[in-house]
């Protein structure tokens, strides 16, 4: 039976580790991991694809390849026409694997060795390569077959991982299985929810293979899970005597020459997040503009650091960097922000300018995306996403306060130095200003009261859920708008009882 997606997130050494207890210390035999291992991928098949009666099996020489050979066989047992593709030596096939392969073949089922053009003619295409053991580039035979999978036009299922697929990081090795679904067995990897995993992985899974609950308290997971649906209960109904000083004045600094839609953004995001009050320091030009298209904001048109201290003084939070810009205005106004103490976001161009010159506070939650990640690492933005766990962590070591790496898969490093990824979001959000709106969001969270960790983590979780209702009741991913989430924004900060 599918079980419920948990939180915990692991990285592949930590789950063999899960496996290894579960076989050495409550004396589960590896094979029926296997079995069971087995059992729920061909449910799952059977649930998704009732009408399939032509399966592919591709089976690596390990254990994943074992599971599929598990698979083979009771699909072959449930009368429908499975064809089974060894690739590797498998002569080198050992123990619970081996016997797997045994029992496929004493059921009436010789696999075929893999060599190239077989792959055609099969409704479902079941991935059992390699999982997660995966150590190099993917080359040879290996990279053959996961190509001509990705050639057959057939849906596929993926056994624990893609093959191809870094369980650690999410970074594809060479080529990789992209599969329609994937079921992920004892432990969720967290390579499957960030970087290129969650295109390669589809819909994910889970079994646990009724392995004991006490294994999963011996090994501290890498990160965390979480989405809008598991923090929303936080939210709780404001009181009748609320007034808007209870809830924090907001300052957003940005919205140089040519770039004021982004600290609009931002402001309106802040607002309909829940702020009590909402201030935009801008160039003395757009403020009339910004007033006009969003009255409920105070704009002062702000042209040096002087005239910036005032709104400093009287604001509970300070954002800064919609639009900022890279000019000595720029430079200027996000020196006298960081003088302030206090809470601050800090994004997009300002964190470009502290790239140039680093300095470190435990007060701010920076909120780059992988190439202003990779400026205040000092290193390509390449390098970032082959392991965006190891970035977000150095970022936090270096930089202090919380970070959040935006992204597929956005990573929460918070001041402890716990990981956490957030669930949710589309491709529709790669799209101009949708970072500004995340800024006012986090920004309007801090100044209701939520400490860094809090705010780092429910921002990115109602930022996701708010574009994936709005490309829900709009026409789809593609063409969504920043100011297309404003309205989700509003209603998912107000959850109903």
């Not at 792959?119 to 580039?137: F, I, K, M, N, P």
């Not at 057959?152 to 191809?164: I, K």
């Not at 409920?296 to 910036?308: F, R, S």
Request: proline share 5%; aromatic share 4%; hydrophobic share 45%.
């Amino acid at each position: 039976m599918e079980e419920r997606l948990p939180r915990q997130l692991y990285r592949a050494a930590q789950v063999r580790e899960l496996d290894r207890l579960a076989i050495e210390a409550h004396g589960i035999p590896t094979q029926t991991l296997m079995e069971r291992a087995g059992a729920a991928a061909f449910r799952l098949l059977r649930a998704h694809w009732p009408r399939a009666q032509r399966i592919g099996v591709v089976c690596g020489t390990g254990n994943n390849g074992g599971d599929g050979y598990v698979l083979a066989r009771l699909a072959h047992e449930a009368g429908l026409s499975v064809a089974v593709y060894a690739v590797g030596e498998t002569e080198r096939m050992r123990g619970a694997a081996r016997e797997a392969a045994s029992a496929l073949r004493a059921a009436g089922v010789e696999a075929v060795t893999y060599a190239g053009g077989a792959l055609s003619g099969h409704e479902v295409v079941v991935d059992a390569l390699l999982g997660t053991g995966l150590d190099r580039e993917i080359e040879g035979v290996a990279r053959a077959a996961i190509e001509e999978i990705g050639a057959s036009g057939a849906e596929v299922l993926a056994l624990d991982m893609p093959s191809g697929l870094d369980a650690d990081t999410g970074r594809v090795r060479g080529a990789a299985v992209r599969a329609n679904l994937t079921v992920s067995f004892i432990g969720l990897k967290q390579g499957a929810f960030t970087a290129d995993g969650p295109d390669c992985c589809g819909r994910i899974h889970y079994s646990r293979l009724g392995v004991p609950a006490q294994i999963f308290s011996q090994v501290e997971p890498a990160a965390t899970r979480f989405s809008y649906q598991a923090l929303a209960p936080r939210l709780r109904p404001r009181g009748r005597g609320a007034h808007k000083g209870r809830y924090g004045h907001v300052l957003i600094i940005g919205g140089d020459h040519g770039m004021n839609g982004a600290a609009l953004l931002a402001g309106q995001a802040a607002l309909r997040t829940g702020a009590g009050l909402v201030s935009i320091a801008t160039r003395a030009g757009h403020a009339a503009l910004l007033a006009l298209a969003r009255p409920e904001l105070m704009c002062h048109g702000v042209e040096d650091a002087g005239a910036l201290q005032p709104l400093i003084e009287r604001a509970t939070v300070i954002a800064v960097g919609p639009g900022l810009g890279r000019s000595r205005w720029a430079l200027e106004l996000f020196g006298r922000a960081l003088d302030r103490p206090g809470p601050l976001v800090v994004d997009a161009d300002a964190l470009n300018l502290l790239a140039q010159a680093p300095v470190r506070r435990d007060d701010w939650i920076l909120t780059p995306h992988p190439g202003e990640a990779a400026r205040l690492l000092g290193i390509t933005t390449a390098e970032v996403q082959e392991d965006r766990f190891e970035a977000v962590a150095a970022l936090q070591r270096r930089y202090g306060g919380a970070v959040v790496l935006k992204g597929a898969g956005s990573l929460v490093c918070d001041p402890m130095g716990t990981i956490a990824l957030c669930h949710g979001g589309n491709p529709g959000m790669a799209s101009a200003g949708m970072g500004d709106l995340l800024t006012g969001v986090v920004a309007a969270l801090l100044a209701q009261g939520m400490d860094l960790a809090e705010a780092a983590r429910f921002g990115p979780a109602v930022h996701a859920a708010a574009g994936d209702q709005a490309a829900a009741e709009g026409a789809g991913e593609r063409g969504l708008l920043a100011g297309d989430l404003l309205a989700p924004l509003h209603r998912l900060m107000n959850p109903r009882p």
